[in-house]
């Protein structure tokens, strides 16, 4: 009898080096002392099978055929490439790391992280896993999993192929070097937003922080909406002008939608920080009444 095919995120060699990159972006921006990139360089270096096994979920998911045959081919050849890997030394790595990843972070919150492409990622997984034992899964998933490769590789060039190839570039570059650039990321942010008050940098933070815990996230913007809401009403009274105080009461209203979905999106962030920009222009309005009356 056949077995259905399951993924498992926590072994997914590309699902796990996605995290652990992600987190060495955080605990940069976040200006904490990082185990991530020792990690990384103990456990995916090309001499070690998930190494090797890396650079087999890269071309499936990177490269890119306008042929279907020559998807295919693509497909077997690395099929190929992936069987002559040594399970066993395989098996053995990713206990490890694993092993390392829980030593050094909560793995549920580290695990619990979107991956916009975790359907091909799954899908890798997936045909490796009915091609590398000898269990017999059901063909139907298995030719799923293949279609969804093989129209990764083959399939319509999207509007963003421009900023995917710079990525995939930039995802073969020496692992020390991406390290580097996001040291200068780092710098040229703290350059570009050296005006964003603490609330705004706070919001930064966490939000890069979901890579390692989406309910926290939630849980954050949650809270300053409150805050930000309860504000804007105790300075709504304090507006003379009509106009001005309809278009308040307004944002006042609007600012609740703010909490809408589970997970927390780039627009409802960036509306956050104009919320923040808000407050900054009232504080400042403030500031400056108290000047002239001094005066």
């Known amino acids: 009898m056949s077995k259905k095919l399951k993924h498992s995120k926590i072994k997914n060699t590309s699902i796990l080096f996605e995290l652990l990159t992600r987190q060495i972006t955080a605990d940069v921006l976040a200006d904490k002392t990082t185990k991530t990139v020792s990690i990384v360089k103990k456990f995916f270096s090309e001499q070690t099978e998930l190494g090797k096994e890396l650079q087999l979920y890269k071309i499936l998911s990177e490269k890119k055929y306008n042929s279907t045959l020559k998807a295919n081919q693509l497909l077997e050849t690395v099929i190929k490439s992936r069987n002559k890997l040594s399970n066993s030394k395989l098996r053995r790595e990713k206990y490890n790391l694993i092993k ?3 030593e050094n972070y909560n793995v ?15 899908s890798i997984y997936n045909i490796f896993q009915s091609e590398t034992t000898n269990e017999q899964f059901n063909p139907e998933h298995i030719v799923n999993s293949k279609f969804t490769i093989l129209e990764n590789i083959a399939g319509k060039k999207q509007t963003s192929q421009n900023k995917e190839t710079f990525i995939a570039e930039y995802k073969q570059k020496d692992k020390d070097l991406r390290l580097l650039a996001y040291q200068i990321l780092v710098d040229k942010f703290n350059s570009k937003y050296k005006t964003l008050d603490e609330s705004q940098k706070k919001l930064l933070k966490n939000y890069i922080n979901n890579i390692s815990n989406t309910n926290s996230l939630r849980e954050f ?3 300053e ?3 930000v809401k309860k504000y804007l ?8 002008d009509d106009i001005t105080q309809i278009k308040l009461t307004e944002v006042i209203n609007q600012i609740d939608a703010l909490s809408k979905g ?9 509306t956050l920080m104009r919320y923040y920009e808000l407050v900054k222009e009232i504080n400042n309005v403030h500031e400056t009444r108290n000047i002239k009356k001094s005066n």
């Open 225 to 227: 909406i409150v805050k």
């Open 221 to 223: 913007v949650d809270s």
């Open 108 to 122: 549920d919150d580290f695990m619990n992280a979107r991956i916009n492409n975790y359907k091909l990622l799954a």
């Open 262 to 270: 589970k997970l927390v999106t780039e627009k409802q962030v960036l």
């Open 100 to 102: 390392a990843i829980k």
């Open 233 to 240: 009403k105790t300075e709504l009274p304090k507006v003379k």
